[in-house]
């Protein structure tokens, strides 16, 4: 996603990173106290934390300041844990996922495996500490992003309704994950219907959802207004994973980052791929499909299949009916000036982004 889309928030950027950094720097100097690899581990977790879009902190903040919020400490603390909570819920994943990289290096399951490797470990005994590592770092960041919001200095009413948002999204999330993984089994027949509501739960609740009803309840907006920026936010974030799945098949790997593979290779149920099942020429590939050893001349055969099935055309059509729908549902609603623009970009850059 272009950096454009994103909101500017005038010093309230740079002073994020400034607090994520003095978080996270302060949970590495309470490790040295403890075993080598637990600081090791939290040095892992910081590099993970510095770069990237940051397009969740930077919702929540443009958000707050657009809604009229004047507490930039609170709102900057929030944005860390929104932050976090992402960080979190990628360690997770690469560990269900059995990815070892991220952002084209190792994560903390390739970088632990491949360290103990190296001083004599097996290959399954260094994988089994590689995830061991990575399960709890997601934990202890999921852990440290609660915190965050629980110490927040707000009237109690308001630090209420955040957790309770920050409640609602992890549940949301992890229930989102839990029928990503079913749907990738493929032990029954699934619909455009289930893989849509997955992609809300397990991607719109968190990125979109989660940043933007947090900013809006820390502002003081009203009941009604947060009702319809919720329902704004849920549909941004399905285009936004949507274009992502597209991207991940057919996108350009020197912009993306990632393999045109990896999501064939993981078996991913994508819409694409829900789509493409109800073509003929579908069996004559659906073996190749989740193939952790597919190679480059199988993955171009599945996309081609994948795309002359319609498949690609459909998703297009779902993306462009769905940025319609939100276009209508900012303007209906009674949004700040500069929160309108703000959202109407966005949506914009996540249905033609190419990175």
């Not at 819920?89 to 996922?97: M, T």
């Not at 009803?213 to 502002?219: F, G, I, P």
């Not at 055309?313 to 009674?334: K, L, M, N, W």
Request: contains cysteine; proline residues 3%.
């Amino acid at each position: 996603m272009s950096d454009a889309a994103l909101p500017r928030t005038g010093t309230s950027t740079d002073a994020f990173e400034t607090r994520l950094g003095e978080v996270l720097t302060r949970m590495r100097e309470r490790a040295y106290a403890f075993p080598a690899p637990y600081s090791q581990l939290w040095e892992t977790v910081e590099r993970m934390a510095t770069g990237g879009k940051k397009i969740r902190p930077r919702l929540l903040l443009g958000a707050y300041e657009a809604l009229g919020g004047i507490d930039e400490r609170s709102a900057i603390d929030a944005a860390c844990a929104m932050e976090l909570l992402h960080l979190a819920l990628v360690i997770h994943d690469d560990v269900i996922d059995k990815d070892v990289t991220r952002r084209g290096e190792m994560n903390i399951t390739g970088s632990f495996a491949s360290e103990a490797m190296v001083r004599g470990a097996g290959r399954s005994e260094a994988t089994a500490w590689g995830e061991a590592s990575s399960l709890l770092a997601g934990d202890l960041v999921l852990t440290l992003s609660h915190s965050l919001l629980a110490r927040l200095e707000v009237p109690e009413d308001r630090r209420q309704a955040v957790l309770d948002v920050f409640d609602d999204t992890v549940f949301e999330s992890a229930a989102g994950e839990h029928h990503d993984v079913w749907l990738s089994m493929r032990l029954e027949q699934s619909s455009p219907e289930d893989v849509l509501a997955m992609v809300d739960q397990k991607t719109a609740a968190y990125s979109f959802r989660a940043p933007l009803v947090t900013a809006a309840v820390l502002a003081g907006a009203t009941t009604a207004l947060i009702t319809e920026l919720e329902s704004i936010a849920r549909q941004i974030g399905v285009v936004y994973q949507l274009r992502d799945d597209v991207l991940g098949l057919f996108g350009d790997e020197h912009q993306t980052g990632k393999s045109t593979l990896s999501d064939l290779r993981e078996g991913k149920e994508t819409l694409l791929v829900t789509y493409a099942r109800s073509d003929v020429a579908w069996t004559g590939v659906e073996h190749l499909f989740g193939d952790p050893s597919l190679t480059a001349a199988d993955g171009a055969r599945l996309r081609r299949v994948i795309e002359e099935s319609g498949a690609l055309v459909f998703v297009e059509s779902v993306i462009a009916e769905r940025c319609t729908a939100i276009d209508e549902a900012i303007r209906a609603a009674s949004l700040p000036p500069s929160l309108h623009t703000q959202l109407t970009e966005l949506t914009v850059t996540c249905r033609t982004r190419v990175s």
